[in-house]
């Protein structure tokens, strides 16, 4: 990621995308499993469904755990924002109208397998990076940037590993 100088209230984006040797059908049952993702993530480390809701649908909501060497341990809300098989499944961190941060992946069927992109937004909604940009204001434009970095070698980290898990089924 190359240097943008973007603020928090920029909401600045990242995504990345990889080609899967895996069925569009194969792959939303991995990217859509809320309980799977902290195997492949250094900072959150448990998810479990909250509100009675028990799979994925628009509207349920579930709880993340995580945990960063500099801003400790701290739980989120998350909300699924779009639940559309074999093709979407995105969640809003936080307020569903003015979410700290919204993940979004996409499936595309190409190539007898699956492009699956892999989407972030940061804000508009405050989260913790929030309190270290009001203790910090005049460097907002690097933490910003450090955060999006950090974000942006998670999702290169997931789809690598998505695509593992995937394909180690037809192969």
């Not at 492009?115 to 804000?123: A, H, I, N, V």
């Not at 434009?141 to 898990?165: G, Q, S």
Request: with cysteine.
């Amino acid at each position: 990621m190359e240097w943008t100088g973007a603020r928090y209230a920029d909401t600045p984006t990242v995504e990345a995308s990889t080609w899967i040797d895996a069925d569009p059908e194969r792959v939303w049952d991995l990217v859509s499993d809320i309980e799977l993702m902290p195997t492949f993530s250094n900072e959150l480390k448990a998810v479990e469904w909250a509100d009675g809701a028990d799979r994925p649908r628009t509207g349920a909501r579930f709880v993340g755990h995580n945990e960063h060497e500099a801003f400790g341990q701290w739980s989120t809300t998350s909300q699924i924002v779009a639940c559309d098989r074999p093709r979407e499944f995105a969640w809003a961190v936080g307020e569903i109208d003015n979410p700290s941060a919204t993940w979004r992946f996409r499936l595309k069927p190409r190539d007898g397998g699956t492009l699956l992109s892999f989407w972030m937004r940061m804000g508009p909604g405050r989260s913790g990076l929030s309190v270290a940009i009001d203790s910090m204001p005049d460097k907002e434009e690097k933490i910003v940037f450090v955060r999006m970095r950090e974000f942006e070698a998670a999702i290169t980290k997931t789809l690598a590993a998505l695509k593992r898990l995937a394909e180690r089924g037809v192969r």
